[in-house]
């Protein structure tokens, strides 16, 4: 039997218009792996960020679409190709006060439809937060990877958010209806549930991929391990009812899917607290590349990797330990970007790669 063809994805042409630093811009792009090279300020993270808001609709700067109209403009517009086993032409456009998104010309309508289009993970400095930061940002990490994973997921989380908003409104009203209450509960029992469920599930899915990528980027003996720390252990329902004596004194809900975290050890000790600083580097690292083989081995095709600035903070035992999981993301076919200043671009990785020189808002092609 002929061996089965790996799927890819690429982004084939990048349209920018009035985007951040960007008047205008056009650009074909190959498979492959991708150098932007340039000073700082020059518009390099911002053709990542561009990307990334094609493929999530979000930036990964956490701002929002005003931000990033270029300057005394209107609004922007982000288009592009993104080419599978079909071809696929997206179109983005924002202004105060209007918004598009079309795929192939037709307008999107849900959103489900669309998120799996463009697959990317991206890698950079405040990934650190990872580690360092409050269960919120580990959340949001397995929040963005179920998203990209299951079509049902986005809706199903921002129904569960908003029946917790309701229900804490409810909780903060001097005299609280006990049926309306009732109802919320209901409702935010069976959402939460399902979320419960999917996290349960995907966690020990991606404790392995981690544990291997740690191993290989540190050289290090340490053991990497991840374990969900759900808010809820048993049944939601009965958890949630008991809570009830405290929700009356603290006016919100207290236990739920929106208190989950993610612990993660080094050697069975908590990461976030007795690993050194490159540890910590290396293990936000490794768990950007265990959502990258999640998703590869889940869809068949790697995402496209968005990696900033992220060579520059590694020493040189542990670059030479990021290097091989690139490669290996280049021989999958796998498309990357990855943004580097002339004095710190990894020269060792040699021939195939494309370098690209971005200067005050413009890319040129230089290799
Ligand atoms: N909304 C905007 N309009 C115009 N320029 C912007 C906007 N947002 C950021 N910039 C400019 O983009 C540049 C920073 O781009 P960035 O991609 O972060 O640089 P780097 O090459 O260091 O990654 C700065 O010159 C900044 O002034
Ligand atoms: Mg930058």
């Given at each position: 039997m002929a061996p089965k063809r790996r799927m890819t994805v690429h982004l084939s042409h990048l349209r920018l218009r009035d985007f951040r630093n960007y008047a205008k811009l056009d650009v074909d792009f190959t498979p492959g792996f991708h150098v932007l090279l340039g000073d700082n300020a020059q518009g390099k993270t911002n053709i990542l960020e561009s990307i990334y808001l094609l493929a999530t609709l979000r930036s990964f700067r956490g701002v929002g679409g005003a931000q990033m109209v270029r300057h005394g403009q209107k609004g922007y517009f982000v288009g592009g190709r993104v080419v599978s086993t079909a071809e696929h032409l997206i179109k983005l456009y924002w202004s105060g006060t209007e918004k598009k998104l079309s795929l192939n010309d037709q307008p999107v309508k849900r959103l489900t439809d669309y998120l799996g289009v463009l697959r990317t993970v991206v890698f950079c400095t405040e990934d650190l937060q990872l580690i360092k930061g409050t269960g919120r940002i580990r959340r949001r990490f397995l929040d963005l990877l179920l998203s990209q994973t299951h079509g049902s997921y986005l809706p199903l989380l921002q129904r569960y958010a908003h029946a917790l908003r309701s229900r804490n409104a409810l909780l903060k009203q001097r005299n609280v209806d006990e049926s309306a209450l009732d109802s919320f509960s209901g409702e935010l029992v069976r959402l939460g549930t399902e979320i419960l469920h999917l996290r349960h599930q995907l966690i020990p899915r991606l404790s392995p991929l981690a544990r291997l990528a740690y191993r290989r980027i540190s050289n290090d003996a340490e053991e990497l391990r991840l374990e969900y720390a759900p808010s809820v252990h048993g049944d939601f329902a009965v958890e949630l009812a008991r809570t009830r004596g405290r929700e009356r004194v603290?006016?919100?809900?207290?236990?739920?899917?929106?208190r989950d975290d993610v612990q993660l050890f080094l050697n069975e000790k908590p990461a976030g607290q007795f690993g050194s600083e490159g540890q910590k580097r290396c293990l936000a690292i490794a768990l950007k590349m265990a959502q990258a083989e999640y998703l590869t081995g889940l869809h068949g095709a790697p995402p496209v990797l968005l990696i900033d600035d992220v060579m520059g903070e590694l020493d040189v035992k542990r670059r030479s330990g990021l290097l091989p999981l690139l490669e290996r993301a280049h021989h999958a076919r796998g498309q990357v970007f990855m943004t580097c200043t002339e004095t710190n671009?990894?020269?060792?990785?040699?021939?195939?790669l494309r370098r690209w020189s971005v200067q005050s808002g413009s890319l040129r092609g230089c290799s």
């Open positions: 603290l006016r919100s809900t207290l236990v739920g899917p929106h671009w990894p020269e060792e990785l040699g021939r195939e």
